[in-house]
């Protein structure tokens, strides 16, 4: 279905990137969402109101933009509710291998790339320049992001964070929650929810 228009929940950074690839994908009419809006604000040049419209004109989706995860579960529970049609953004210079399942309300970034018969939950973000391989399972919600790696057969829970530049070797498994940050390389299974840096990736100790 040709997507008329974005309904864009946020105006952060993360909000930005995604519609920079709308435009890029060829959707031309956005209007960005964000309760601190201002009267008469704009986002990019596009209109941006403080409260969601009262109804989504004929052709329109909606995608929940916020970089964090738990605001971007939210967006897609309140979308949802209202029963309006969730979009998932594939970047065109992003790569996508044969087999995979992206969910709704997913964005793929600019040089992204998804590995054959990868599957990514509803709601998630694999940003600019980020992987994910072969037979990789992100659960709902996880955010790759920047040029972060997630080598193949992994298996991540829901609401995972791969940190800028992070990589997850192959055949791991990630809990829901875990938050690898920046730069970290994950080399062993990481269950428990939490904060992990460094190489090898280490529990951070608050
Ligand atoms: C790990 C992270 C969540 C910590 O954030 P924070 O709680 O605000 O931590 P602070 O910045 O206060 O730093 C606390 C300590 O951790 C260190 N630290 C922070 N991030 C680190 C990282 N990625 N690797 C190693 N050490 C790190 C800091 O140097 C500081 O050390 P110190 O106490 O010895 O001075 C954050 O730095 C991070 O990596 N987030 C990922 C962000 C990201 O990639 N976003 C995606 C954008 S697309």
Same mark, same amino acid.
């Given at each position: 279905m040709t997507v008329r228009g974005l309904l864009l929940l946020g105006c952060g950074g993360h909000a930005r990137s995604a519609a920079n690839v709308a435009l890029a994908c060829g959707v031309t009419q956005l209007v960005f969402v964000d309760a601190n809006a201002k009267e008469g604000e704009r986002c990019l040049g596009f209109p941006l109101l403080p409260d969601w419209p009262s109804r989504l004109p004929e052709g329109w989706q909606v995608l929940p933009a916020a970089g964090d995860n738990d605001r971007r579960r939210l967006q897609c529970a309140q979308a949802t509710a209202r029963g309006w049609p969730l979009a998932t953004l594939i970047a065109p210079t992003a790569t996508v291998g044969e087999c995979s399942d992206i969910g709704a309300a997913c @964005?793929?970034?600019?040089?992204a790339h998804i590995g054959p018969a990868a599957r990514l939950g509803q709601g998630c973000i694999v940003n600019t320049g980020a992987i994910v391989e072969h037979e990789t399972v992100l659960g709902a919600y996880c955010h790759v992001a920047i040029n972060a790696a997630v080598a193949g057969r992994c298996c991540l829970g829901q609401a995972v964070l791969i940190g800028a530049g992070a990589t997850?070797?192959?055949? @791991?498994? @990630?809990?829901?929650?875990v938050l690898l940050g920046a730069g970290a390389c994950a080399v062993s299974d990481l269950a428990a929810a939490g904060v992990y840096l460094g190489v090898p990736a280490r529990r951070a100790a608050h």
């Open positions: @964005l793929i970034g600019h040089h997850v070797i192959d055949g @791991l498994k @990630l809990g829901d929650g």
